[in-house]
């Protein structure tokens, strides 16, 4: 079933055929497409995203008024995530990467399962160790402690009650 308001809009707003305007209105409701049709949205810039999780591009969104859901859907940009993650330890440190999942999953597309988004927060987390040298961990895995990297003028004593 098309969305007649969203079609209505794409129409009046955009030089589209109603092929393409069809197209957007499945990634919109989070349908799949071919490979094929999202090569040729990607190409016109009319989609975002990797298969299977699509969304239309800001322009898209733009045109047809559903901006908040554009943003919501492509989550915050990796330096702000980032930023939080300090802000975070720097108040409650050590923490535990399941805080930082709970911190750090409403901000994340929500196009994405739980397991990209943990693997996304893991991903997150070993760039800031090893690329930015910005936070360290402590012990493996799920329970392992993050804490910000210490450098010999910045050291704080630990918090001994988490």
Do not use: C
Not at 75 to 95: A, D
């Amino acid at each position: 079933m098309i969305d007649e308001n969203y079609t209505k809009l794409l129409l009046e707003r955009q030089d589209l055929p109603l092929s393409t305007v069809i197209l957007l209105d499945r990634v919109q409701k989070r349908q799949s497409i071919t490979d094929e049709a999202a090569a040729m949205l990607r190409k016109a810039g009319l989609v975002e995203g990797r298969k299977p999780n699509y969304i239309v591009s800001a322009r898209v969104a733009a045109a047809t008024d559903t901006g908040p859901s554009y943003t919501r859907d492509r989550g915050l940009e990796k330096s702000r995530l980032k930023e939080f993650v300090l802000q975070h330890i720097r108040k409650f440190r050590p923490t535990r990467r399941t805080q930082l999942e709970d911190l750090l999953f409403p901000m994340l597309p929500q196009v994405l399962s739980v397991e990209k988004k943990r693997n996304k927060v893991k991903n997150l987390l070993t760039e800031m160790r090893v690329k930015d040298k910005s936070i360290r961990s402590t012990g493996k895995g799920r329970n392992a402690l993050w804490d910000l990297a210490q450098s010999g003028s910045d050291k704080l004593p630990k918090n001994k009650d988490s």
